[in-house]
């Protein structure tokens, strides 16, 4: 099994920055992907940024592009989402998520691992 966890959310103000953290653990050499979603009480759950674990690159949501950037330590065991210029329509739950090869790698339906979630609250 895969367990993920998340931490550092918070609660911040318009403008602010938050960086969160995810650490990856159990039998990870199958998992190419990492995702970080976020769940609204407004809006359906969205996908936010995505890490290719083998190279690093990053993949992001056009409405957070610019303004929130993913990565990983060197060991592949913790992903981060460093969010900055955050907004009020950002708060929400955030999950971590992981899978092996998603067709469309921004559907939350073909992620197989998911963390408990870590709560940010962007106030105006």
């Known amino acids: 099994q895969v367990q993920l966890v998340e931490s550092g959310g918070g609660s911040v103000q318009a403008g602010g920055s938050l960086k969160l953290s995810c650490g990856v653990s159990?039998?990870?050499?199958?998992?190419?992907?990492v995702a970080w979603f976020r769940q609204s009480t407004v809006k359906e759950r969205e996908g936010v940024a995505v890490i290719y674990r083998d190279t690093g690159v990053g993949y992001y949501n056009d409405f957070v592009k610019d303004r929130f950037t993913i990565s990983q330590n060197s060991g592949k065991d913790t992903v981060f989402l460093q969010m900055d210029s955050l907004r009020p329509e950002d708060t929400a739950i955030y999950y971590c998520?992981?899978?092996?090869?998603?067709?469309?790698?921004?559907?939350?339906?073909?992620?197989?691992?998911w963390g408990q979630g870590t709560q940010v609250t962007v106030s105006a």
């Open positions: 998520a992981a899978a092996l090869a998603p067709t469309r790698i921004f559907n939350h339906q073909l992620y197989d691992f």
């Open positions: 159990g039998d990870t050499a199958a998992i190419n992907f």
